[in-house]
Each structure stands twice: as structure tokens, then as C-alpha cells.
């Protein structure tokens, strides 16, 4: 059978011949030239997408720098005004809530004088700032869930019900002090399960 197959071989030399320079090899050229062009072409899109990164991170990096820009601007205007040199400081945290209420940036300010104590004109404590949830707009079923949920995470350590039962909440409710609260039980009671991922 070797014998058959050696002597076919012989007779067909020009066959195997031009099968192999007609379709073998330009099959193989192309092969390499397709991965060769996905490669280039899966580079050319990281950069592609790298460069969009970039330039969305200068967008935002300019936005937030004119942002501060902006109050640096106010914040000068702002000193510029008598109360501040007549250190009255009623009138300055009544100047600062009109001029800077509107600005989510400006957390904080405080004021130092020279040889005197620092002072925090705008000062709040946190309950103040951020009413607690018996104060929120909740009706009476999201007062019970809430309570539920208190109890399960509290009294019982029962973290996955009192998860479901905060989602419920979050999902239930439009309010914009409540929702970010909900997600941060969540987070808490996942924490507690040991549900880290």
C-alpha cells in the first residue's frame, strides 16, 4: 500500500505541486496576514478607546478645576466685605448661607484671625445638616418595613431579610434623603453577612 501511495505520489508531483503554490501556501500568506491585521486593529482601538479615556478625564479634570477656580473667586469677593474686618460674625454666616447655600462644593469654611481662635461660622452638626428618618416623608407600610427591617438587623442578626426588606425601601421610595440612607443599610447588613463581593 506504501509502494501504491509513493508511486501515485511520483505521477501526481505536478498536481501536489501546484496545489501546494495555488492554494496551500496563499492560504497560509493570508491566515497570517488576517491575525496580523486583528492585532492591528484591536491596538488601534485601545488607543482608540485610551485616547477617549483621556480626553473625557481632561474634561472633567478642567470642569472640576474651573469649578474651584470659581470659588476661590467667590470666596475672595466674599472676604472683601466690612463684616469681615469688624469680625461680626452673625453677619458673616448670614453673608456665607446667601452667597454660598447654593454650591454642593463648599462644605465647610472656617475663618482665623490672627492671634484668635478659629471660627466655623458655618458650622452645623450633622443631624441638622441630614434629618433623621422618623422626621423623612415615609408613609405608614414603609414606617412598618423600616421597623422590620431595624428589628431583623438589630434584635435578630437575621442580615438578609433586613437587606431585602432596606432594597424594598430604596426601590419604593423617591425621596433623595432616604435612598442614599437605604443603600447605605444595605451596604452595612451585607458587610455584617460577610457578603463582601
Do not use: W
Not at 472656617?110 to 445638616?129: C, K, Q, T
Not at 434584635?155 to 426601590?171: G, H
Request: aromatic share 10%; hydrophobic share 40%; glycine share 2%.
Amino acid at each position: 500500500m506504501i509502494e501504491n501511495l509513493k508511486i501515485a505520489l511520483k505521477k501526481q508531483k505536478r498536481l501536489i505541486a501546484i496545489f501546494f503554490l495555488t492554494i496551500f501556501l496563499p492560504s497560509v500568506s493570508l491566515s497570517i496576514f488576517g491575525i496580523r491585521a486583528i492585532r492591528n486593529e484591536k491596538f488601534r482601538l485601545e488607543k482608540q478607546l485610551e485616547n477617549e479615556h483621556r480626553r473625557i478625564a481632561n474634561f472633567f479634570k478642567t470642569q472640576i478645576h474651573s469649578r474651584f477656580e470659581n470659588i476661590e473667586v467667590v470666596l475672595q469677593n466674599v472676604a472683601q466685605y466690612p463684616s469681615f474686618a469688624e469680625k461680626d460674625i452673625p453677619s458673616i454666616r448670614e453673608l456665607l448661607n446667601n452667597r454660598l447655600h447654593d454650591n454642593p462644593l463648599i462644605e465647610q469654611i472656617f475663618i482665623l484671625y490672627r492671634d484668635e481662635n478659629l471660627s466655623f461660622p458655618l458650622f452645623r452638626p450633622f443631624a441638622e445638616r441630614h434629618p433623621p428618618i422618623s422626621n423623612m416623608r415615609l408613609d405608614d407600610s414603609q414606617r412598618e418595613k423600616l421597623k422590620q427591617a431595624q428589628e431583623c438587623e438589630f434584635q435578630r442578626n437575621d442580615y438578609r431579610t433586613a437587606v431585602s426588606l432596606y432594597r424594598e425601601l430604596f426601590s419604593l421610595s423617591r425621596d433623595r434623603n432616604i435612598r442614599p440612607l437605604m443603600l447605605n443599610h444595605i451596604a452595612r447588613n451585607l458587610k455584617k453577612s460577610g457578603n463582601y463581593h
